[in-house]
């Protein structure tokens, strides 16, 4: 996943300077470009599809009534 690979112990200010961020993008994400599509590209930089839970686990609580 993005974190463990590369952001791990970085705080989320610290993207700006973060050369191991800036490799792993360009690495998984811009260099293989309009080859694949950008959904397969997702899955394989975080190891998981785009998917509405994350964003509705802020708003509900799933599975903790």
Same mark, same amino acid.
């Not at 191991?20 to 690495?27: H, K, Q, V």
């Given at each position: *996943?993005?974190?463990?690979? *590369?952001?791990?112990? =970085?705080?989320?200010d610290g993207f700006v300077e973060c050369p191991?961020?800036? *490799?792993?993008?360009?690495?998984r994400w811009f260099a293989p470009g309009a080859s694949v599509h950008w959904q397969e590209l997702l899955e394989s930089a975080t190891g998981? =599809?785009?998917? +509405?839970? +994350?964003?509705?686990?802020?708003?509900v609580s799933v599975?903790?009534?």
């Open positions: *996943a993005l974190d463990s690979q *590369a952001l791990v112990g =970085r705080e989320l191991e961020l800036g *490799a792993f993008l360009n690495e998981s =599809r785009l998917t +509405p839970e +994350p964003f509705l686990s802020d708003f599975g903790n009534d």
